[in-house]
């Protein structure tokens, strides 16, 4: 089930408990904020709070002949000692960029490679106080305006397309299903990362950068912890989760270990709201995660995430016109590494990865036990030359195997446990192996422009492909920037009970993007278009494959900071989307004549925080039964599927979230403590049509209820 300690996470501003308050501003030499600088006491380090999004931050103290310490990461820390300021008004930090003493290459290398691409970042803030993301980082992409994920689910998918074109990836290695807790049809509904081990993350909507591989739609690219990170230690309680992360530094602030685990449980969360999931009967989840990462010396950088989760679900289930329990548990472990080495001009990077899995279900006369494994490694160079040209070069290779062992009914219609079925074993395999080339060219204060190519090396009968990419980056002031894009993409689709093989799946694709940024306002707006062959789709349990998808697409976001302590964003898509089988059109599953979403957030560290997000779209397009055909033989009925695709339109979604949370502090231990509630008006959102026996009558499955969820978590700082 849902990834619940990451819930409890929800703010990251402390504030301590004492006499004298002393507030400031800390900011850069241009004047610009600085968000999450430490201020911390020399004497006392278990004293310490963190700037806001404004660079605003309020610390109590006790002693005034203590000093004060102002850090960040990229930034030379600063102290000031308490009796020389002026504690009755506002105090304003300047703090200087780091000067180091390592080639300059090791700055510009950490510059992302989004500057020059369409591209939203996610902070660790955004995720907590977004009430739609759950305390899931995954999740939280769900408020982007790029996001049409419409199932609520964790699995991303961008600007029209399927989520098996996206690609996940942490510190540079795709992860196959990076979600948990799915369902017989693989919607995984929260992700496998934990927020607080997470230092960035960039979702690439369209046209993502070919040094990502395996990505037809868009790309998700997370990195986890730098040090130094405070040290500290996290102990959660909720209504379904027992949870404790460590945080420690090591070799004098080069290193950082980061290791949590959580026991997960449904009888209080189920308990007090039996109405909210009537589909569920119990669920449990253990997981455990280590990451480290450490500088060995000036030129090398070290990370290694290593992850288990072993989870069990209990519940009933509805497909066709049967409703009856599911039960499912998954084993997973992966371990994802990388090693950097920075040269003058330069830097190489190595990135590995292993995964292993075991998955069961059961439902009606359907079984399944599958095992995968998949390995990845890569090999990058990276050169500066000049000050304008940025090249990249690499290669990767992929080991990706699948063992399904399934009992599958005979008709795909009768899926009840007395109807007939039979035994399925598959197996597959496939190995890729890519290389790449990437260039980025600064012609001018205002212009750049970027392309790339990769080419696969085709084994084992696989088809020969090539992707491109081609793109403009304009910036005629500070303010406003235009990107223009275009590209045709290569990737293969994830095998799955229904469709056990690794299909090819291909996309070409132009947008244009526009951004203007002034202080607190910000404004973008998009258009796309994209062509896509190689996607599946299951009707009524029924395999089949779409000759094309086009989408045609419009974004606007509007976001502004006002008051101090508040924020508020609103945008909306519009979305044409038609959808191609046996060479007809017809409505496809994302075709949306608007999808709103909009977000109102107050934060003062001060005090509190609150947020309410607001979700809106038209039904999704499903497909109709317009009658059926009794067998007597099999005291079956046959469904007679609609001969339009995608005729029937759902109701209305709607949809209100909303969270709070407050901090309190004494000495070295902090609790926060949050609640918040997911649908709050307990729209009922339909997700699909449930049938009768005999087909001649429907009623709704519906998506998530009402769901109140509160708890506390405790800060120990070392």
């Keep these: 089930m849902k990834h619940l300690l990451t819930c409890v ?27 999450l600088a430490t201020v911390q006491l020399k004497n006392n380090t278990g004293v310490s709070t963190a700037s806001d999004q404004q660079g605003k931050f309020s610390i109590q103290v006790d002693d005034i002949q203590d000093t004060l310490v ?37 700055i510009r290398a950490e510059d992302p490679i989004s500057s020059r691409f369409s591209v939203s970042k996610i902070e660790k803030f955004d995720i907590y106080l977004n009430p739609l993301s759950q305390g899931d980082p995954l999740k939280a992409i769900t ?34 299903n990076p979600v948990r807790a799915q369902n017989v049809n693989s ?22 950068p070919l040094i990502y591989g395996n990505a037809s739609s868009g790309v998700v690219d997370i990195h986890t912890n730098k040090p130094p990170v405070m040290d500290q230690i996290q102990v959660s309680t909720s209504l379904a989760n027992i949870g404790m992360l460590v945080t420690k530094n090591i070799d004098k602030g080069n290193g950082l270990i980061q290791a949590y685990s959580n026991f997960q449980f449904s009888g209080l969360f189920t308990g007090i709201q039996p109405s909210s999931f009537k589909n569920i009967k119990d669920f449990s989840n253990r997981d455990v995660g280590v990451s480290y990462n450490h500088k060995l010396g000036r030129k090398v950088e070290l990370k290694s995430y290593n992850y288990f989760i072993n989870e069990k679900f209990n519940g009933l289930f509805n ?3 049967y409703y009856g329990p599911l039960r499912s548990k998954n084993n997973r472990f992966f371990s994802v590494n990388s090693l950097v080495y920075y040269t003058t001009g330069g830097v190489f990077m190595l990135n590995t990865g292993y995964d292993i899995s075991n ?10 036990d599958n095992n995968g494994t998949n390995l990845f490694s890569s090999l990058n160079y990276k050169k500066f030359v000049g000050q304008r040209l940025e090249l990249q070069a690499g290669a990767d290779y992929s080991v990706n195997k699948g063992s399904f062992n399934d009992r599958v009914p005979v008709y795909y219609y009768a899926i009840s446990p007395s109807s007939p079925s039979k035994f399925s074993n598959t197996d597959v395999l496939n190995k890729n192996l890519e290389t790449y080339l990437f260039m980025n060219w600064k012609l001018g204060n205002t212009l750049s422009l970027y392309s790339g190519g990769r080419k696969n090396l085709p084994t084992n009968k696989q088809e020969n492909y090539v992707s491109y990419q081609i793109g403009i980056n304009y910036k005629p002031t500070r303010y406003h920037s235009f990107i223009l894009g275009g590209g045709k993409y290569h990737n293969y689709a994830i095998p799955t009970t229904y469709s056990p093989s690794f299909d090819l799946m291909k996309s070409n694709q132009v947008s244009v993007d526009y951004q203007f940024k002034e202080a607190d306002l910000l404004i973008k707006g998009a258009l796309y278009y994209k062509n896509e062959i190689g996607d599946r789709h299951v009707l009524q ?47 496809g599953p994302s075709h949306l004549k608007y999808f709103v979403k909009t977000f109102v957030q107050y934060n ?94 429907y009623n709704y499955e519906h998506y998530q209820y009402r769901t109140l969820y509160f708890g506390a978590v405790w800060y120990l700082r070392s």
Excluded: C, W
Aim: charge should be positive; charged fraction near 20%; aromatic fraction near 14%.
């Design 359 to 368: 998955s069961q279900f059961t439902f009606g006369n359907l079984s399944s």
């Design 143 to 176: 408020i982007l305006p790029s996001s049409t994920t419409t199932d609520e689910s964790a699995l991303p998918s961008l600007r029209g397309s399927s989520s098996s074109r996206t690609s996940v990836r942490l510190n540079g290695v795709p992860l196959v």
């Design 319 to 321: 497909e066709n016109n």
């Design 70 to 106: 102002f850090s960040n990461i990229g930034f030379d820390t600063q102290t000031l000692p308490i009796a020389v300021m002026d504690i009755h008004s506002d105090t304003k930090i300047t703090l200087k960029k780091s000067s180091m003493t390592l080639e300059e290459v090791f």
């Design 604 to 697: 003062n560290p001060s005090l509190f925080s609150a947020s309410l997000t607001y979700l809106g779209r038209p039904g999704t397009f499903v497909n109709s039964i317009d009658r059926a055909v009794y067998n007597q033989d099999l005291d079956i009925y046959f469904p007679i599927l609609n001969s339009t695709y995608f005729n029937k339109q759902l109701p209305t979604y709607n949809r209100f979230d909303v969270s709070f949370s407050k901090f309190f502090r004494l000495k070295t231990i902090s609790l926060a403590a949050f609640i918040s509630m997911n649908n709050v008006l307990n729209t009922k959102n339909a997700m699909r049509p449930n049938y009768s026996r005999d087909y001649s009558s």
């Design 9 to 35: 996470f929800i703010l990251l501003f402390l504030h301590a408990y004492t006499q004298t308050t002393i507030r400031g501003t800390i900011i850069e030499k241009d004047g610009t904020p600085i968000y």
């Design 187 to 208: 919607q995984g509904f929260f992700s496998l990362f934990n927020p607080e081990i997470i230092d960035r993350q960039y979702v690439y909507a369209s046209n993502p």
């Design 541 to 587: 349990l029924n395999d089949i494959r779409l000759n094309k998808l086009k989408t045609f697409g419009a974004e606007l976001y509007f976001e502004k900071v006002f008051l101090e302590y508040f924020k508020y964003s609103l945008s909306n898509s519009f979305i044409d989307q038609k959808i191609y089988i046996q060479e007809r059109s017809y409505n």
